[in-house]
C-alpha cells in the first residue's frame, strides 16, 4: 500500500465516519417521537413477584451458550457481592446478560429483588452512538448487533443509559461486545418468550406486545394501588424501552436510575455532535491505525514497520 | 337421533371431565394427596398433601378462588362470581395455562373485551399461591424444600455435581 492510496483510504474513512454519525441523527429527527414498532414485544417485570431464585440467569446462560459460572446459579452468596466499595451491585458482563440483585428496601419487611438485563429501549443509545451500525432494532423490539461489524471501540458502553453493554476481553486483539439479544435468533423472531420468562416459576416476567403490557402494568397497579408504585419504570424513561418494571417500593430504593430523563438519549447526544469534526478526525485516524495494526501481518508483511504505522497519528 | 348424539356426547364428556379431573368437583370429593407433575423438568414432582392443606387453609376459596362453589372472596372477581356455584373445572391448570405465553395467550391479552387478560400461567399460580401462604404461615420457601432437582436440573443450575470446580472466588468486595 502506497503513502497515497492510504491518504485516500484515511479520507474515505473520514467520509464513512461522517456519514455513519450522521444517518441515525437525520433519521431521528425526521421520524419525530419515535415510541417504538406498533407490534413490538417486550416484557413487564413485576417485582413484587420475583422470589430471587436465579432460575433466569441459569436459563440465559444455557440458552446463549455462555461460559460456566463462578459459582452455581442456586448459591444465594452472590447477592452479597459488591464492587466499588459496596456502590455498586452485580453487572451484567461479557458471561453473564442477565443479572438479578438482592435490595432490602426500608419499606418492605422482605428483600426485593430485581432482574437487571438490556432494556431493549425504543431509541437505544447503544444503537444511535455507534457509529460503524452494530445495532439493530427489530420489529420485534429487540436490539441485537452484528459482532462482525463491532469495532469494539466501547461507545456504546458510555452511551447506556443502562450500563448494559460488555465486552469480551478475554479477546484481546478484536474485542466485540456481548449483551442480551432478547433471544432474537433463538425465540423472540418466532413468536416465542425469551428463556428466562419461560423459566421463571413466579411469573415475574410476562412476554406479549409492548402495548398490551403497559395496559395490563396499568390494570395490576389499578386493581391494587397498595401493592404498586403508581409508575411504570420504561414506559417513558429515555424514550421508552421493550422491558418495563413495576414495584412494590420506590424505585430509586431498588439501584434504578430514576433521575434519567424522558427524552431519548440522542437527543442529548445531538450537543456532544457539536464537536463530532474534532472527534471525526480523531476516530477514523484512530481505527485506521488499528486495521493497519491487526492486518500488517496478514497482508502487509513485507513492508517495514515504521511505514505501516503511520495511520496512528 | 341428533338428540340421542348429544347425550352421547355429554355422557362422552362428562366422563372424560371426571377422568381429567385430579380432583373431584365438590369439596367432599377433594383428593388426599394431587401429584403434581405436568411442568416438572428441571425439578422432580411434588407430591401435594391436598388434606393438610385443606385443614390449614379451612376455607376452599383460598387456593380455588371461586370454583368450589363458595364465591369469590377478592372484591374485583365478586363482581362476576358472587354465586355459590361450582364450576366445571376445579384443577389449577383448568385456568391456568401450562403455556401462558403462546401465541393465542398472548392474543387473548390484547382482548380489550376479555375479563381475565392478565391471567397467570399455571407455574406462576402455583409460585404465587404457595409461596405467599407460605411466608406468612412459615411454611418452606426453599425452592429444593418443596421440589428436588432432577439431573437436568443441575445440570442447569451448575449445581450438585455439576458444580464448578472451587476457585479463588470470594462473595465479598471486589474492586
Ligand atoms: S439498555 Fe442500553 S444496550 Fe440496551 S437498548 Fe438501551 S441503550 Fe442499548
Ligand atoms: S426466574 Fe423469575 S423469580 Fe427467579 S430471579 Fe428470575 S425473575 Fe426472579
Known amino acids: 500500500m502506497s503513502k497515497v492510496s492510504r491518504r485516500k483510504f484515511l479520507a474515505g474513512s473520514l467520509a464513512g465516519g461522517v456519514a455513519a454519525m450522521l444517518a441515525p441523527v437525520k433519521k431521528v429527527l425526521a421520524s419525530g417521537d419515535f415510541r417504538g414498532f406498533p407490534d413490538g414485544m417486550g416484557v413487564l417485570v413485576d417485582l413484587t413477584r420475583c422470589v430471587g431464585c436465579r432460575s433466569c440467569e441459569a436459563a440465559c446462560n444455557k440458552e446463549q451458550g455462555l461460559p460456566a459460572p463462578d459459582l452455581p446459579f442456586d448459591d444465594d452468596s452472590v447477592f452479597d457481592e459488591t464492587f466499588h466499595h459496596g456502590t455498586q451491585k452485580r453487572r451484567t458482563t461479557e458471561k453473564a446478560y442477565t443479572v438479578v440483585n438482592r435490595y432490602e428496601p426500608k419499606d418492605s419487611d422482605q428483600p426485593v429483588y430485581r432482574k437487571v438485563q438490556c432494556n431493549h429501549c425504543n431509541e437505544p443509545a447503544c444503537l444511535t452512538s455507534c457509529f460503524v451500525k452494530a445495532y439493530t432494532k427489530t420489529n420485534e423490539g429487540a436490539v441485537i448487533y452484528d459482532e462482525h461489524v463491532c469495532v469494539g471501540c466501547r461507545t456504546c458502553m458510555v452511551a447506556c443509559p443502562h450500563n448494559i453493554p460488555a465486552y469480551a476481553y478475554s479477546k484481546v486483539i478484536d474485542p466485540v461486545v456481548k449483551k442480551c439479544i432478547f433471544c432474537y435468533d433463538t425465540r423472540v423472531s418466532k413468536g416465542r418468550p425469551p428463556a428466562c420468562v419461560e423459566i421463571c416459576p413466579a411469573e415475574a416476567l410476562t412476554f406479549g406486545k409492548r402495548k398490551d403490557l403497559l395496559r395490563l402494568a396499568r390494570a395490576r397497579i389499578k386493581s391494587s394501588p397498595e401493592k404498586y408504585q403508581q409508575e411504570i419504570y420504561g414506559e417513558h424513561t429515555v424514550g421508552g424501552s421493550a422491558w418495563m418494571y413495576i414495584a412494590g417500593v420506590p424505585f430509586e430504593e431498588l439501584g434504578f436510575d430514576t433521575t434519567l430523563p424522558n427524552e431519548p438519549i440522542i437527543n442529548n447526544v445531538k450537543g456532544f455532535l457539536g464537536m463530532v469534526p474534532m472527534v471525526l478526525a480523531i476516530w477514523p485516524a484512530l481505527f485506521t491505525g488499528f486495521h493497519l495494526l491487526a492486518t500488517k501481518n496478514k497482508d502487509h508483511d513485507h513492508h517495514d514497520d515504521s511505514h505501516t504505522g503511520e495511520g496512528e497519528k | ?175
Not at chain 2, 377478592?74 to 403462546?102: I, L
Not at chain 2, 393465542?104 to 399461591?129: M, P
Open chain 2, 1 to 175: 337421533m341428533f338428540g340421542v348424539s348429544n347425550w352421547h356426547m355429554k355422557g362422552l364428556l362428562l366422563l372424560l371431565l371426571t377422568l381429567l379431573l385430579p380432583m373431584g368437583v365438590y369439596a367432599m370429593d377433594a383428593p388426599e394427596s394431587v401429584t403434581i407433575d405436568t411442568i416438572a423438568k428441571y425439578y422432580e414432582p411434588v407430591e401435594f398433601d391436598h388434606a393438610m392443606h385443606m385443614d390449614v387453609a379451612e376455607d376452599c376459596s383460598v387456593c380455588h378462588h371461586h370454583t368450589t362453589g363458595t364465591g369469590a372472596t377478592n372484591p374485583y372477581c365478586s363482581k362476576c362470581h358472587s354465586e355459590n356455584r361450582e364450576s366445571a373445572t376445579v384443577a389449577c391448570q383448568g385456568c391456568h395455562s401450562a403455556d401462558p405465553f403462546s401465541a393465542e395467550s398472548i392474543r387473548r391479552q390484547g382482548e380489550l373485551n376479555l375479563f381475565h387478560d392478565d391471567l397467570i400461567g399455571l407455574k406462576g399460580a402455583y409460585h404465587e399461591n404457595c409461596l405467599g401462604c407460605h411466608r406468612q404461615m412459615d411454611g418452606p420457601t426453599g425452592c429444593e424444600d418443596c421440589h428436588a432437582k432432577t439431573d437436568a436440573g443441575e445440570r442447569l443450575y451448575h449445581s450438585g455435581k455439576y458444580a464448578p470446580e472451587p476457585s479463588t472466588h470470594s462473595a465479598a468486595e471486589h474492586e
